[in-house]
């Protein structure tokens, strides 16, 4: 049992740095001229950068493994997480408007904005769900704005627990032929 926590715990932490590891290359390839344009207002919608963006983040969710949402957001001055765009089409019931605030933001969230690095973030729940989500500010963009920009994308955690199941599955099956051979072997 101790072998397998170990397993597990190492599998978490490689599927988490692999993950932050493709969102910080998808956010380097982001249209940097169109993500400064964004004011994170309505105002946004419809205009030809805000929806670069938007294809773009859809693209960034098309290519990662489990994906369900991404999106950009800043920290306005009154501290809560703003989205700017996101990888839904607008005025669906999943998606989230230029603007809208994101309260339920984890003490793990308000880090990456704060160090301006990337990280990770639960599994943890809000009105859309349960997720592990990789967070990668958008370093060469922090420079150009007072607040930092943060890539998010979400993976659902019942599919992150799948993946990680797979991960184990080596472990699982030497376990079993371990079991096939000592338990003869003892009753002989």
Same mark, same amino acid.
């Given at each position: 049992? +101790?072998?397998?926590?170990?397993?597990?715990?190492?599998?978490?932490?490689?599927?988490?740095?692999?993950?932050?590891?493709?969102?910080?290359?998808?956010?380097?390839?982001? !249209?940097? +001229?169109?993500?400064?344009?964004?004011?994170?207002? $309505?105002?946004?919608?419809?205009? $030809?950068?805000?929806?670069?963006?938007?294809?773009?983040?859809?693209?960034?969710?098309?290519?990662?493994?489990?994906?369900?949402?991404?999106?950009?957001? $800043?920290?306005?001055?009154?501290?809560?997480?703003?989205?700017?765009?996101?990888?839904?089409?607008?005025?669906?019931?999943?998606?989230?408007?230029?603007?809208?605030?994101? !309260?339920?933001?984890?003490?793990?969230?308000?880090?990456?904005?704060?160090?301006?690095?990337?990280?990770?973030?639960?599994?943890?729940?809000?009105?859309? +769900?349960?997720?592990?989500?990789?967070?990668?500010?958008?370093?060469?963009?922090?420079?150009?704005?007072?607040?930092?920009?943060?890539?998010? #994308?979400?993976?659902?955690?019942?599919?992150?627990?799948? $993946?990680?199941?797979?991960? #184990?599955?080596?472990?699982?099956?030497?376990?079993?032929?371990? #079991?096939?051979?000592?338990?003869?072997?003892?009753?002989?």
């Amino acid at each position: 049992a +101790g072998l397998a926590v170990l397993q597990l715990k190492s599998a978490d932490a490689d599927h988490r740095r692999a993950h932050v590891e493709h969102t910080v290359l998808l956010g380097e390839a982001l !249209p940097e +001229g169109d993500i400064l344009r964004l004011t994170g207002t $309505e105002q946004d919608l419809g205009q $030809e950068s805000y929806l670069r963006v938007k294809r773009s983040l859809m693209s960034a969710c098309r290519a990662t493994p489990g994906c369900r949402f991404a999106y950009l957001m $800043e920290r306005r001055a009154g501290g809560t997480p703003t989205f700017l765009v996101d990888s839904e089409p607008d005025g669906t019931p999943d998606s989230s408007p230029p603007g809208q605030e994101y !309260p339920e933001a984890s003490a793990d969230m308000h880090r990456v904005f704060d160090a301006r690095t990337p990280g990770t973030d639960g599994p943890f729940s809000d009105r859309w +769900g349960t997720w592990v989500t990789a967070l990668a500010p958008l370093t060469d963009l922090s420079t150009q704005r007072r607040s930092p920009i943060v890539l998010g #994308l979400d993976v659902a955690a019942d599919t992150w627990n799948q $993946e990680l199941a797979v991960a #184990l599955a080596p472990l699982g099956v030497f376990t079993a032929l371990l #079991l096939l051979i000592l338990v003869p072997g003892t009753v002989l």
